[in-house]
């Protein structure tokens, strides 16, 4: 059975920085894309994407801001956000993709930023 288990959230100030870490365990990750999305009340939005082939995509409220890794011999993906806003706070999913569609999801960790 594949598990995806995403850490790391908190509660922080503007400003502050945070790194999530997602770890799948049952499969081999190498030959999955990879991506962060994040759910606030009224919907899930993709934060930023990683491909088998290492390249990467992000919204453009991520851009310049957050930086997605993937480490496939630990089978894990990293989100290092920076210059955290309040417009930030959500519930941080991680989701694989095959290259078949088939899903595998997170339960996700909160992420809240707020003075």
């Known amino acids: 059975q594949v598990q995806v288990v995403e850490s790391g959230g908190g509660l922080v100030q503007p400003g502050d920085s945070l790194k999530l870490s997602c770890i799948v365990s049952?499969?081999?990750?190498?030959?999955?894309?990879m991506d962060w999305y994040r759910q606030i009340p009224s919907k899930r939005e993709m934060v930023a994407q990683i491909?088998?082939?290492?390249?990467?995509r992000y919204s453009e409220f991520a851009k310049g801001r957050f930086t997605i890794s993937r480490d496939n011999a630990h089978n894990t993906v990293s989100l290092e956000m920076n210059n955290l806003k309040p417009s930030d706070t959500g519930n941080y999913l991680c989701?694989?993709?095959?290259?078949?569609?088939?899903?595998?999801w997170g339960q996700g960790t909160q992420v809240t930023v707020s003075s």
């Open positions: 049952g499969r081999d990750m190498s030959d999955l894309d």
């Open positions: 989701r694989g993709i095959s290259s078949t569609g088939t899903q595998y």
């Open positions: 491909y088998t082939t290492g390249g990467e």
